[in-house]
């Protein structure tokens, strides 16, 4: 079957810290996977993608590479801000045959303290 | 860019009435939309698949009778929460994308808060 496993939160950082959070996947065929957001008060936006093995997303200063040998989509981002405080959901993607069926890793929560 | 619009944002009934939830692709036709549901604190999760002109796929644990899709256009899914109680109050979001095939962007709608009394 398909499924994510994601960090469990919350996350709390200081602004400029280093930020990871750990993704990994199960998944029939070859799956694309993407890094959503939820922003406070706000429905999900797409922060990054990638759809195939060794591709890295990157977006906003977020990256994430798509490790198929370790099955994994890890999150990072080198300096965060509080601007960046949000929820932040790790998904893979397969066909459906006229659209993309998803599968949702359970959310981290991210604060960034001044 | 494309978007899709969700409607209502929020919402609260009583206890044994229906609510009836819109979701709609506003520069697209969406063939297929998706319904979620997201618990406090917990992952969303695939309720059902709606599919335009024919009947809605739904997971398994999903009550087809009690959450009713309609996918009456390419632009439109209705998610009818009938006889709602509540332990249906959560997050319901839909999705959609523009078309089929690897990766492509699929779009979210903003969401929308049920909360039955």
């Known amino acids: ?43 999900l936006q797409l922060l990054l993608k990638a759809t195939k093995a060794d591709d890295k997303g990157s977006n906003k ?5 798509y490790r198929k040998e370790t099955t994994s989509f890890h999150l990072e981002k080198g300096s965060v801000q509080v601007s960046d405080s949000a929820v932040y959901f790790c998904a893979l993607s397969v066909p459906w045959s006229t659209g993309n069926q998803f599968y949702f890793g359970t959310g981290t929560s991210l604060t960034v303290i001044p | 860019g494309a978007v899709v619009s969700q409607h209502p944002s929020r919402v609260i009934c009583k206890s044994g009435t229906s609510v009836k939830i819109e979701c709609r692709s506003l520069d697209f036709q969406a063939t297929t939309m998706f319904w979620y549901r997201q618990f406090p604190k917990q992952s969303l999760m695939l309720m059902a698949t709606s599919n335009e002109g024919s009947k809605a796929t739904y997971e398994q644990g999903v009550e087809k009778d009690k959450f009713l899709i309609n996918h009456a256009s390419l632009t439109l899914s209705t998610l009818t929460v009938t006889s709602a109680h509540p ?15 690897w990766g492509n962007t699929i779009y979210f709608g903003e969401g929308s808060w049920l909360t039955v009394v």
């Open chain 1, 1 to 43: 079957g398909n499924s994510v496993t994601q960090m469990e939160g919350p996350v709390t950082l200081s602004e400029e810290a280093f930020l990871t959070i750990n993704c990994t996947y199960t998944a029939t065929g070859y799956p694309s996977l993407f890094w959503y957001v939820q922003y406070p008060g706000e429905g």
């Open chain 1, 61 to 65: 200063g977020f990256e994430a590479t």
């Open chain 2, 87 to 101: 332990e249906d109050s959560s997050f319901y979001i839909c999705s959609a994308s523009s078309s089929p095939g």
